[in-house]
């Protein structure tokens, strides 16, 4: 196991897809050099699964059909971060 991570796009629009290992789990969400940085421990040797993860800020909507992974301040703004359960994936948590 191991943690890696990745800058998230700041798009309010669109779920952004993260190809993770089956089984890795996000362990924090910051902000760092104007990014919002998302953290996970994974276990490179399993296989790949799409994941979906959309941001959203103070007073916007939050996506229906996700749950809250973290909070990061960028700039000034502050931004939400939700992992986004496409249809199936929803009911296997």
């Not at 800058?7 to 996000?26: D, K, T």
């Not at 760092?32 to 959309?54: H, K, M, P, T």
Request: net charge negative.
């Amino acid at each position: 196991m191991r943690i890696e991570s990745w800058i998230l796009i700041r798009n309010l629009e669109e779920p952004q897809c993260l190809r993770l290992p089956i089984g890795s789990q996000v362990r924090h969400i910051a902000a760092n050099a104007g990014q919002v940085w998302i953290y996970v421990e994974l276990d490179i040797e399993q296989e790949f699964e799409a994941r979906f993860f959309q941001m959203c800020r103070t007073d916007y909507s939050t996506p229906a059909n996700g749950k809250y992974i973290g909070s990061a301040i960028v700039e000034g703004t502050s931004w939400h971060v939700f992992e986004v359960y496409k249809k199936g994936r929803y009911d296997e948590r």
